[in-house]
């Protein structure tokens, strides 16, 4: 039997983020320092088994149906193919395996992407903010653009359809990357998603005023698109969905999430637990439940069911982005998971 993950306002999370690390291989300016963030030490993060044991009693005990890992940069977990299999023999509520998706950086994907579809990986996000070399190195802080298209290709050949890419857009920084974006996923078959800049990394970053909205980013596509909705509902899915044409003819579909200035709180259905082990309730929250403690106490899975559950209870209405109050979570996203 099992029993949903419910908060207050009668939202049911469905969907799990498992961070998997903190540490990336890159340095995006967005993200954290030059030099890195404080990891955590191995020893206070969760285990193999530690993160297994939870995913299952996320799948089998609470409902949940689909179970992405993030990061940091997931593919740096060397058990990452390990644990995608253990969560892919899990059942849900509807005796199918959840679905299981992976958002990454991409470099090394190619290297990886055969045994990772052998354990049961079912999508991939790939994350790229520019087509251009020279600003991805800047970006990035890593001269690394050809193993992201590389690893696009992989993906792609791989049959993980669609192949999402996820791009951040900055004021200033890669506004002019938006077109040349749009056309190289379509070229490359893969279906793109711009993300609003969220308050999420160093907090001298983000400047609400400043930032390139969604509506900005629509507009610079219609300049050699023409975009109508895409009919399909939209559902709990983050991101909205357009039909891009050009000259009457349909060339592929972009998204645009607007996680700031449209964002899509009421719909939420997502619970996220960090790499040493605290369950969130939500990406901007500061509210989390440590349940490596719990498990590190001898808790049994129905104490940690019912912490579980306590935390996603205490879930506000909304991130609070835009409140005039709104304090930027203690984490960064580094720290958080995508």
């Not at 160093?202 to 610079?220: G, S, Y």
Request: hydrophobic share 35%; charged share 30%.
């Amino acid at each position: 039997m099992t029993y949903p993950l419910l908060d207050k306002y009668g939202r049911r999370a469905r969907d799990l983020r498992v961070s998997l690390t903190d540490r990336c291989n890159l340095r995006c300016t967005y993200c954290m320092p030059a030099e890195g963030l404080e990891w955590f030490p191995t020893t206070e993060t969760l285990s193999d088994e530690e993160t297994i044991r939870l995913i299952r009693i996320g799948v089998e005990k609470l409902g949940i149906r689909q179970v992405r890992f993030t990061g940091g940069e997931p593919l740096l977990r060397k058990s990452l193919e390990k644990i995608v299999a253990a969560t892919k023999q899990l059942r849900t509520d509807e005796g199918k395996s959840p679905s299981t998706a992976l958002t990454t950086n991409g470099l090394g994907l190619d290297r990886r992407i055969d045994g990772l579809v052998e354990a049961g990986l079912d999508r991939v996000n790939i994350s790229l903010d520019t087509t251009d070399r020279e600003l991805y190195a800047r970006l990035t802080r890593r001269d690394r653009i050809q193993d992201v298209f590389t690893a696009i290709e992989a993906a792609t050949r791989a049959g993980l359809h669609p192949v999402k890419v996820n791009a951040v857009v900055m004021p200033g920084v890669n506004e002019d990357s938006i077109v040349p974006l749009a056309e190289y996923c379509i070229e490359a078959g893969a279906q793109l998603r711009f993300i609003e800049q969220m308050p999420l990394g160093p907090r001298d970053k983000w400047r609400r005023e400043n930032m390139v909205t969604a509506e900005d980013i629509l507009e610079r596509l219609r300049a050699s698109f023409e975009l109508e909705p895409a009919s399909e509902p939209r559902g709990s899915a983050p991101a909205a969905l357009w039909n891009a044409s050009r000259g009457g003819e349909h060339v592929g579909k972009i998204g645009v999430i607007a996680s700031v200035t449209h964002s899509f709180c009421g719909s939420c259905d997502r619970t996220r637990l960090t790499t040493d082990g605290a369950v969130r309730n939500c990406l901007f929250g500061n509210s989390e439940t440590s349940l490596r403690d719990l498990i590190r106490a001898g808790a049994s899975d129905e104490e940690l069911m019912e912490a579980w559950a306590a935390e996603m209870w205490a879930k506000l209405p909304g991130h609070g982005v835009n409140d005039e109050g709104f304090l930027q979570p203690d984490r960064l996203m580094a720290a958080i998971g995508g």
